[in-house]
């Protein structure tokens, strides 16, 4: 089974991290939702979610897959916590894929992992990254990182990473019961 995580801090957008933890949980992912807080964690727009653990409890274990949603609060505390930039590292060097939507996308580029890589993001972060922003595309998949620009996107964005982990033909049949315009 594949396993992903999704860190969730204060601020989150809620389309992006819900939408994909559904997806991803509906094609067979092991979806881990994990808090930089212990309890509920308050989303852009007041929506409580109450992970799975505390991101504290998840350092040394391995994931197939990081996502990081966007959301500009959320972002920048994800930003800032070095328990965060440790998993997408431990996972970039163990091969697996680190994806990230909307805002978070900055994330990677301060962490320097987006470097000679095409990506996206939201048009409100373009001015904070470099070389290699694809501004047309809606989502991005470059080796091992997966991009995508926003909460309009999300619902691509995850069968995007359902494709990545478990193959067309899974993304395809999860898409079924979705009924997603691609």
Known sequence: MKKVLI???DG????EALATVDILRRAGAD???AGTLDGPITGRSSIRVIPD????LVQ???FD???LPGGAGGTEVLKKDIRVAKLIKDTLASKGFVSAICAATTILNELGVLEGRKFTAHPSVFSK???GLDTLSRVVVDNNIITSQGPGTAI???LTLVKVLFGEAKALNVNKGVMAKL
């Open 65 to 67: 897959m990081i996502v």
């Open 31 to 33: 979806v881990t939702v």
């Open 129 to 131: 990254l470099g070389e």
């Open 12 to 15: 989150f957008e809620e389309i």
């Open 60 to 62: 040394g274990l391995e």
């Open 7 to 9: 860190p969730l801090a």
């Open 156 to 158: 691509e964005f995850a």
């Open 53 to 56: 653990i505390s991101l504290d």
